[in-house]
């Protein structure tokens, strides 16, 4: 249902837009655009201070969010705010489980430690996010679900063989889901970011056979035939179109937002 305020056309009026990791970078570009294009934005998220200040921004500029500070890996803590956002407000629309980290680089000398927490970010955070969310999705009639996972979740990492797992795994996923709850009208979609400009992009920099980031930085920069990294904004406004009733007939998809890189 699009709304008109004044002359612009609100994608998401009306709706709750649920985000994790939305106190910075892509996500929380996210949370700004949902919010402007009318959703009720819950952002989730660690970092307080950071998520705080976008919830003021976004009131700022006229629109309604709320803050949850949770760390994401925490399966009981997911569950009780997710129950919280229900009691609330009744229901779910859109749920973007963005949360993720690079984790740890190489393959040999990575820990179960490490191992662990990365995958518990970069899968499991979503997958029991979205099972914890399905009741109040349910109760909006239909919905979008969004993950975000990577070029490097469609293509091989040669530097981090536990993010490629994760992230390949999520790809997976997102085409599992789309099945299992297309009878519902509950549509699931995944957005393969190539490197952004978000504050990630330092350590995924460092990965280079030197350890020189900005000789990495080139290199992989001569590799996007659009000739730059994504921007936030550019994540944000995939997730906008997959979130809105303009792509009510797309599931399924994991849709690259990389510059031509997968090309």
């Known amino acids: 249902m699009f709304i008109k305020k004044g002359d612009d056309i609100m994608k998401l009026a009306g709706k709750v837009a649920v985000i994790s990791a939305a106190a910075s970078g892509m996500g929380r570009a996210g949370a700004n655009l949902f919010a402007k294009e009318g959703a009720k934005v819950v952002i989730l998220d660690v970092n307080q201070e950071q998520g705080e200040l976008v919830v003021e921004e976004i009131k700022q500029s006229g ?6 500070k949770i760390d994401l890996i925490e399966l009981d803590a997911i569950k009780e705010v997710i129950d919280r956002i229900d009691l609330q407000y009744g229901k779910i629309d859109v749920l973007w489980n963005h949360v993720g980290t690079p984790g740890p680089n190489g393959f040999e000398n990575v820990t179960e430690e490490e191992y662990d927490f990365a995958m518990g970010l970069n899968l499991k955070s979503g997958f029991f996010t979205t099972q914890y969310a399905l009741k109040s999705i349910r109760k909006a009639g239909t919905g979008s679900i969004i993950f975000t996972s990577s070029v490097g979740g469609l293509k091989a990492s040669p530097t981090s063989v536990v993010y490629s797992t994760g992230k390949g795994a999520v790809v ?7 099945v ?36 990495n930085k080139q290199f992989l920069l001569e590799r996007i035939p659009l000739g730059r990294f994504a ?10 179109f997959l979130a809105s009733d303009e792509s009510t007939y797309i599931s399924g998809v994991n849709l690259p937002v990389d510059g031509a890189y997968m090309a």
Request: hydrophobic share 40%.
């Open 63 to 68: 629109g309604e969010a709320q803050f949850y």
């Open 172 to 178: 997976n996923l997102v085409r599992s889901l789309a």
């Open 180 to 215: 299992n709850l297309a009878k519902e009208k509950i549509r699931v979609n995944g957005i393969c970011p190539s490197l952004a400009e978000t504050p990630m992009m330092a350590q995924f920099l460092a990965r280079s056979k030197d350890d020189d980031p900005e000789k």
């Open 231 to 240: 921007r936030p904004d550019d994540i944000a406004k995939a997730a906008l």
